[in-house]
């Protein structure tokens, strides 16, 4: 077990409807610990940037307009196994799909509007992280 730390974003569904202290409070109850934090609003060649692993999918164009539609904020958790702790309390892509009790399941709306992100691997999370913050705005 290794302490890790990965990227989520509470997206502009989740900001739209006060959720944010919502989801933070279930990162912490958790035990995860909240290294850093942003709110920004994404632009179109961030939102492309950040989901270029997505470019061919043929939701890419809908998942940008819904990302960059108003404000999101960006985290970085950190704790042991903090990846998958993270993917587990989110609950599945789809909220129909998600577990009882996950993020998505208890407030996402669809599966456009699923109000969180997560890393899902070592090397999305070290991509992710440094695509919003450098060394210095992480306080782990
Ligand atoms: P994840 O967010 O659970 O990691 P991904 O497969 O990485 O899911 O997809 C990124 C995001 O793209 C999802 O969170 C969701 O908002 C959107 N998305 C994924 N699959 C579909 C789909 O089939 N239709 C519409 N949007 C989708
Ligand atoms: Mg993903």
Same mark, same amino acid.
């Given at each position: 077990?290794?302490?890790?730390?990965?990227?989520?974003?509470?997206?502009?569904?989740?900001?739209?409807?006060?959720?944010?202290?919502?989801?933070?409070?279930?990162?912490?109850?958790?035990?995860?610990?909240?290294?850093?934090?942003?709110?920004?609003?994404?632009?179109?060649?961030? /939102? =492309?940037?950040?989901? $270029?692993?997505?470019?061919?999918?043929?939701?890419?164009? %809908?998942?940008? *307009?819904?990302?960059? &539609?108003?404000?999101?904020?960006?985290?970085?958790?950190?704790?042991?196994?903090?990846?998958?702790?993270?993917?587990?309390?989110?609950?599945?892509?789809?909220?129909?799909?998600?577990?009882?009790?996950?993020?998505?399941?208890?407030? /996402? =709306?669809?599966?456009? $509007?699923?109000?969180?992100?997560?890393?899902?691997?070592? %090397?999305?999370? *070290?991509?992710?992280? &440094?695509?919003?913050?450098?060394?210095?705005?992480?306080?782990?």
């Amino acid at each position: 077990m290794a302490i890790e730390r990965t990227l989520s974003i509470i997206k502009p569904d989740g900001v739209r409807r006060n959720l944010i202290g919502e989801i933070l409070g279930r990162f912490e109850k958790s035990g995860l610990k909240v290294v850093a934090t942003r709110q920004c609003v994404l632009s179109k060649a961030e /939102a =492309e940037g950040f989901y $270029a692993v997505h470019k061919e999918r043929p939701f890419f164009n %809908d998942l940008v *307009a819904s990302m960059t &539609s108003g404000p999101v904020v960006v985290l970085v958790l950190q704790g042991e196994s903090a990846i998958l702790r993270n993917r587990d309390l989110m609950g599945a892509t789809n909220p129909k799909n998600a577990a009882p009790g996950t993020i998505r399941a208890d407030l /996402a =709306e669809s599966i456009e $509007a699923n109000t969180v992100h997560g890393s899902d691997a070592t %090397d999305t999370a *070290a991509f992710e992280i &440094s695509w919003f913050f450098r060394g210095t705005e992480i306080f782990g």
